[in-house]
């Protein structure tokens, strides 16, 4: 899962599968972050993204989060 959302400078996951691949995208598509995960409770900072809606993609997922 991901929490908080809305967020401000950090994402948090947890029960991600280690090795994975974290990326954070903007609304067209752009991808702005990415991270390999190295433990199940993951933490992103966010500091570089501007407040807006974002999308994050974790293996197959996409989960929509907003950036206060």
């Known amino acids: 899962s991901i929490y908080p959302n809305p967020f401000q400078n950090t994402l948090h996951f947890s029960k ?23 433990k199940e409770q993951f933490e992103l900072s966010t500091n570089s993204l501007k407040s807006g809606i974002y999308f994050v993609k974790v293996k197959n997922e996409l989960f929509k989060v907003i950036k206060d």
């Not at 990326?23 to 995960?37: D, F, I, P, R, W």
């Open 16 to 38: 991600v599968e280690i090795d994975s691949e974290i990326q954070a995208y903007n609304l067209n598509g752009q991808l702005l972050l990415s991270e390999k995960v190295d």
